[in-house]
């Protein structure tokens, strides 16, 4: 067969340079963020001075520009002070006082200090003595926060603040970067009173705010009079409706100017944004559930009605009494206990149901089941299927039961 490649070779009508509208992106400038950055910078500016800064906490929701002028106030922050060094640290794969020390020593050293075996003290004493003997400033950014909090409370907290006040010739200061404006509330007061913090706090993006930020990106991107204006006020809208997401708003554009590419278009339009929501917000849970076979759909259905009967009690034989009289309602024949219990290990490894082993005491061990997220818009999918159109929840008794 001939190469599948070969139709988007040579050149296109558009020329564009998409990394420039990637995630991991730092613009030079950040529209309608000047007010956060210049309090970011006059806290940090105590390191002009010689002295170590107030430890900042960022808040903000997602796409409200927290990690990138975090980043770039930073950056700049080096190209003015030549001993200082910034630590970025994401609390998704970094989540243990352990890896955190280990990141920042890693970072202040050449020499790599193993991901794992070393007793957590050892490996205190050898952070403390790499950042005391790099004599420089450090700045540790601790992005997504709260999920280190959840993950170790407040001890990675803990373990970076005693560092703070160990290092005596050298300073330590921290950014923590977060959307759980309670994440403090559950540490411990010890560590609370060791934070001496000061918060910057990033507000939602409204809609013309958006299509600013997405202008000054595209002048970098395109060349002029590609893109409609009117496609940059929809997709700015769109951004707008997610609670200021400027980040999903330039994620659809740069998926807008992808598609005009390989399609050979010389515009970018309306259109163009409106097949972008469509591919950016396909979604995946909808085609999972779509292309479940007709029994696990009504296996899930019937798992849905028992938990919304009795939310403490989902398990095997009541989904499985609910799965006959749904058959029953729409006109299939059910199938045997036995295939009903193999769909349900199915649904569960497919991530649609959590199933858990019950001690029944004298009665045996029996398998429970929950729907823990989204359960509605489970029920609102399956509902979609034509098979499935006609049932009516109010049809399933709620079973009676003896107390033990």
Known sequence: ??????????????????????????????????TQINEMVTILSSIMRGSRPSNIIVYGKTGTGKTSTTKYVTKMLMEAASNVSVVYVNCEIYDSPYSILVAIANYASAEKIPELGWPIDRIYRETLERIERSGRFFIVILDEMDRLIRKSGGDSLYVLLKLMTDADSVKVSMIGITNDTTVLENIDARIKSRLNQESIVFPPYNASEIRDIISSRLEKVLGPNVVDE??????????????????????????????????????????????ARERYEMNVLREAINTLPLHSKILLLSAIVTQEIEP????????????????DDLGFSALSPRRISDLLTELADYGLLVMDDRNMGKYGRTRSFSIVRQAEIIKKYLLEDENLSMFKSSKIPKQARFET
């Not at 190469?3 to 991991?24: C, V």
């Not at 403490?312 to 058959?327: P, W």
């Open 1 to 34: 067969m001939d190469n599948p490649f070969a139709r988007f070779a040579g050149t296109r009508t558009i020329q564009a340079d998409l990394s420039l509208l990637e995630e991991n992106y730092v613009p030079d400038s950040f529209p309608h963020r000047e």
């Open 230 to 275: 009117t496609a940059i006020n929809l997709c700015a809208a769109i951004g707008a409706q997610e609670h200021g997401d400027a980040r999903k708003a330039i994620d659809l554009m740069r998926i807008a100017i992808e598609i005009a590419i390989r399609e050979n278009r010389n515009r970018i339009t309306e259109s163009e944004i409106y097949e």
């Open 312 to 327: 403490n009690s989902v398990i095997t034989g009541e989904i499985y009494e609910n799965y006959r009289r749904i058959c």
